[in-house]
């Protein structure tokens, strides 16, 4: 059999859907193979546009999507998807292209070290240097891209051993269960917990997988104990339920971070160091119970102490069946301050000013989407108003990257949710920054006929880091610029374009847009001039009256 049949072969075994990619003349034996394959190519205008697709399509199916490219630009271009997968802990596979590696055709032309400039950013990469190798490199490459903690692996494929004859046979994967706690740590927490006059839950990355979102809200349901999440971990508990104390957005000084400092016992489930700490431990300060998969990495802010190492879901089931609801727990000051938190949310939700405030947009785009409808969001300061003001009730039905935070991830990762979910309503929240770092992939979205909405906040200019240039009392220099028509624009795709001209027009468009088939391009103007007083002082000022 030749190699990249083999290779092909070796990829079905795995159940893999689709490749997405931009193939080279390195890859051509490869795509022959694919040609017959089931496996469909799913061919975008840019690698990083594949790579993001790959890692939300693994992000949301739990198994390793895979992207193509080929060597030197079209391998560097999958740098920064990489990283996202990795540090987003989405199962992911790249593979790319390379020169023939027995006797060389064209001197160094295109030919970088791949493989060692992915080693920082992957948990497996490797050359395959014979046709023979192929089954078991294939193998351990999704086994350590789904292994906990997820993430991105590659391999390099050169285009003589795809063009070699072999006879190796296909590895089936190994039957494998994770580690569940030892039954001392599950009883010293539960000990901690029914000792503990407010204790709260927090909800972070790790433990944003289904089976862990069943035993979470039964956990919830058992002892009433209120939870708070970080960005990455929003969804896992339905966040309109009343024991919900809000998301760790801000880094401090939100109405949530009094819940958490009223807190002597927080039960940490799924902490994940790629998203910023979500609150600082001190000596002599409050006791921290860290539930993960794997042990805690201590440092000067974080060193909890119990550690219940193993499988998640099952060490909050074990800790369920034998707790009890202690009498002494006392929540009403928690509650006092959520009930703060949503007066002053409803401020600025109601506000009809245009261009709008974002909180106001927000509130439209959560009534106009139903529980189960997915919205993605690229990288800007509306991904914080989103965080804070965004009930997710569904597990990754809000996808935010609060790990690389990369732009221009916002536009595939939605390509790639309507592709795995196409029942569900779809919508992506972009920048005008953002989306112009991936708009070609306009294109993809049109060919491929999907049904997605795509709305650009649009403020001329890189809004995130003018809030942070304000808020360090910084002159505004730098961050502005100028955009295209989006509506001739999205148009000259064969998109559908429409234009915001006042706040009351964005809910009954946005509804409309959801419900008629096509590639929807919405352009809003957005007022981001009350961020650095709302979220750096009134915030404060207010959380801090309590």
């Known amino acids: 059999m030749k190699a990249s049949d083999l290779f092909v072969k070796a990829l079905e075994a795995e159940g893999v859907e689709y490749i997405f990619g931009i193939p080279g003349e390195e890859n051509l034996d490869l795509l022959e193979s694919l040609r017959d394959s089931d496996i469909k190519l799913v061919l975008t205008r840019h690698e990083q546009g594949a790579g993001f697709m790959a890692a939300t399509y693994g992000r949301l199916t739990g198994k390793v999507g895979v992207c193509l490219s080929t060597l030197g630009p079209g391998a560097t271009n999958l740098v920064t998807p990489g990283a996202y997968a990795q540090l987003g802990a989405m199962p992911m596979l790249m593979i790319t292209g390379q020169k023939p590696v027995k006797t060389s055709k064209q001197g160094r032309f295109q030919v970088i070290d791949v493989v060692d400039m992915m ?15 192929i089954p078991s490199v294939v193998r351990e490459a999704f086994r350590l891209a789904h292994e906990e903690r997820p993430g991105a692996t590659h391999i390099e494929l050169p285009e003589d051993i795809a063009a070699e004859a072999t006879q190796a046979q296909l590895l089936k994967p190994s039957t494998s269960r994770r580690p569940i706690a030892e039954y001392k740590a599950i009883n010293k927490a539960i000990e901690m917990i029914e000792a503990a006059r407010s204790p709260l839950l927090l909800i972070g990355a790790g433990a944003n997988r289904k089976l862990t979102s069943k035993m979470l809200k039964e956990f919830v349901e058992k002892t009433g104990i209120p939870y708070v999440t970080t960005q990455m971990g929003k969804g896992v508990l339905d966040e309109s339920h009343e024991l919900f104390m809000g998301n760790t957005a801000l880094s ?32 002599g300060g409050r006791e921290v119970i860290h539930i993960n998969f794997e042990p805690a990495a201590v440092d000067p802010v974080y060193f909890p102490q119990l550690e219940v190492v193993g499988d998640i879901a099952n060490s909050i089931w074990q800790i369920k069946e034998q707790i009890q609801q202690q009498s002494a727990w006392e929540f009403g000051f928690f509650k006092k301050v959520h009930q703060a938190y949503l007066d002053h949310k409803a401020e600025s939700e109601n506000d009809d000013r245009f261009p709008v405030l974002p909180e106001r947009f927000v509130k439209d785009i959560r009534e106009a989407m139903p529980r189960d409808g997915i919205v993605t969001l ?39 949710a309507k592709m795995v979910h196409p029942d569900k309503p779809v919508l992506t929240v972009c920048g005008d920054g953002g989306f112009m770092m991936n708009s070609q992939e306009l294109e993809t979205a049109v060919r491929l006929n999907l049904h997605i909405v795509v709305i650009i906040l649009r403020d001329d200019a890189y809004g995130m880091i003018k809030w942070k240039q304000a808020n360090m009392q910084f002159a505004n220099y730098g961050l502005d610029y100028g955009n295209p028509d989006f509506v001739k624009y999205a148009e000259s795709y064969g998109a559908k374009g429409w234009r915001v001209e006042a706040a009351e027009e964005i ?23 009350l961020n650095d007083q709302t979220l750096n002082e009134t915030l404060r000022e207010r959380s801090q009256q309590l």
């Open 378 to 416: 690229d990288n800007g300061v509306y991904k914080i108003w989103f965080a804070r003001n965004y009930p997710a009730a569904l597990t990754n039905t809000l996808l935010l990257d609060n790990a690389l935070a990369t732009m221009g991830a916002g536009l595939p990762s939605a390509m790639a």
């Open 252 to 283: 401090s000084g939100d109405f949530v971070h009094r819940v958490i400092d009223s807190s002597d016992l927080i039960i940490n489930v799924g902490h994940d160091v790629v998203e910023k700490p979500p609150f600082f431990m001190k000596h």
């Open 119 to 133: 080693r920082s950013i992957t948990k497996y990469t490797t050359q395959v240097v014979s046709g023979d190798r």
């Open 507 to 529: 809910l009954p468009l946005v509804k409309s847009c959801l419900s008629e088939p096509g590639v929807h391009v919405i352009d809003v103007p957005v007022d981001y001039s």
